[in-house]
């Protein structure tokens, strides 16, 4: 599906490369200081604004594997995927009002900084070798893969390693100015992202009235989309019965209906929004008013990606449904829901598909600017000054985390070439979810519990980090066929490719509950007050009024939506 990209096209990208480099540079000279130390070079020194907090958090959400992969369910599946990004609004609420107020009191940089002042050094190293390895071998990878892949398409192919090198520059020369410019460049990349985003959707929503000979209207090409695939406009899915249909039960098994909101959805929202550094470091050098507003204006943002990544998805599905964009979606001699966003891209005219392209690269080079920074903080943080060179001056940690950031991607990018990881046989999606999803329930069980109750061990935590990734690797791949397809605890349905499954969702809300559980009961052995228990005084958690009304809004037009939707 060959995207010939004009004169126009390649300026205006143009325009978008020269536009982020000269304000990246802009923002490093002003903001520069004459001896850079760690608290600027990885938390901005405290300089975010809350508008640039909460830009930052969405621009290094926002990757290639949310416009491919989230329009293709919405090609499949529809306004049920949804869920994942209003959930995540409620969960940094959360986020805002219990855990970051926690961290902050802490004075903390890293995750593993508060898992070591909470529990003990053993945990903080035994997680950040795990986070370093994860953010490396799966996130950053997997970004760089899907995002060239995606460009790759979009420009019209035979260019993959190419795209691969210059996303991988184009970040680097971002993340070497720190997270001062990671966060202000990344308030340019959420402004392109959303223009790009919301002009495809217009795009879509116009060929969808175009088709049914309603002229150029978008509301009237909404409601025709709302009519002639009435099931993509619903938030819950049934459970499936004995005689339900294959492509029923996929549904169910991605999005298991009422269930999922027992646990599984907020155990993933909860430990990628509240426990992961790639995310919280934005906000972690900020005042608690400031980071607390950021975090609420990121969830407000969260509440219209749907809009930009999902409906062109579902709009697709109505335009191949009645008879459209047969050869789009057949790309590459088979189809695939995937192609639903680059089918709709075709049609864009001269000058917008490079509006188009740099919202694309926006996102991806935002993700994997955002992710290097992490990896560099973790590493220079929490293993080179902690247990390499314990007295380590400022300025060399400033450069220890640069050549951190230039290592990474380096790697990312070996990796990548080949795909020696197997990401594209995986597929993108899958492949994050696999690898990020099974570590959920034990960190969000070790964060939540070190928060709140002042028992907790640090045995406890380290088995509850092991108990739940076992659990999550056995309820997704082995329960079934050791304990049958039916039990009081879960029902697992045919796959479709002779075996069967329990939904990934809520076999991550099963493994939490029984972590909890274990942890609970261990710590119950220790001492009423661990002695490196959290003393927190609950005023800490008191919002002023323009925090609460944030919270008020939000939570309005998130039930208006499942009222809307159910």
Known sequence: MPQHLTALDLAVFFVYLVGVGAYGYYVYRSKQKTQLDTKDYFLAEGSLTWWAIGASMIASNISAEQFIGMSGNGFTVGVAVAAYEWVAAIVLIIVAVFFMPVYLKQHIYTMPQFLEQRYNATLSLVMSIFWLFLYVLVNLTAILYLGALAINNLTGGGNFHAIIVALAVFALLITLGGMKVVGYTDVIQVLVLLAGGLLTTYIALTMVSQHFGLGNN???????????????????????????????????????????????????????????????????????????????????????????????????????????????????????????????LTFLPNGLKGLSLA?????????????????????????????????????????????????????????TWEDLLGIGSA???TYI??????????????????????????????????????????????????????????????????????????????????????????????????????????????????????????????????????
């Open 427 to 429: 597929g993108g999606f």
């Open 359 to 415: 919202a694309l690269t926006a996102a991806i080079v935002a993700s994997l600017a955002g992710k290097v920074n992490s990896i560099s903080t973790i590493f220079t943080l929490d293993i080179y000054k902690r247990y390499l060179n314990k007295e380590a001056p400022e300025a060399k940690l400033v450069w220890i985390g640069r050549v951190t950031v230039f290592v990474a991607m380096l790697l990312g990018v070996a990796l």
């Open 433 to 566: 979810q696999k690898y990020t999803g099974f570590i959920s329930p034990g960190i969000v069980a070790v964060f939540v519990l070190g928060m709140f109750w002042k028992r907790t061990t640090a045995p406890a935590a380290i088995a509850g980090i092991l108990a739940g990734f076992l659990l999550s690797v056995f309820f997704n791949n082995y329960a079934p066929s050791v304990f049958g397809h039916e039990t009081l605890f879960y029902t697992a349905f045919p796959n479709g490719k002779g075996g069967y499954e329990i939904p990934f969702l809520i076999c991550m809300g099963l493994s939490f509950a029984f972590t909890f559980v274990l942890m609970v009961a261990m710590s119950l052995a220790g001492p009423v007050v661990n002695a490196r228990a959290l003393h927190i005084d609950a005023r800490l958690f008191r919002v002023s009024s323009q925090t609460l009304t944030l919270i008020v809004v939000t939570l309005l037009l998130i039930s208006a939506l499942y009222i809307k939707f159910w």
């Open 218 to 344: 978008i509301l009237a090409g909404f409601n025709a989309m709302m009519t002639d695939a009435n099931d993509h406009f619903h938030l819950m899915f049934d459970k499936p019965g004995p005689n339900s249909p294959q492509v029923d039960v996929d549904k169910y098994l991605m999005l298991p209906g009422l269930a999922m909101y027992a646990a599984g959805q907020w155990i993933v929202n909860l430990n990628y929004w509240g426990c992961n550094q790639y995310i919280t470091q934005r906000a972690l050098g900020a005042d608690l008013k400031t980071a607390r507003t950021g975090i609420l204006f990121a969830g407000l943002l969260k509440l219209i990606m749907p809009v930009i990544v999902m409906l062109p998805g579902i709009a697709a599905y109505v335009l191949y449904k009645n008879g459209g964009l047969q050869i789009e979606m057949n790309s590459g001699g088979a189809f695939n829901p995937d192609n639903a966003y680059s089918a709709i």
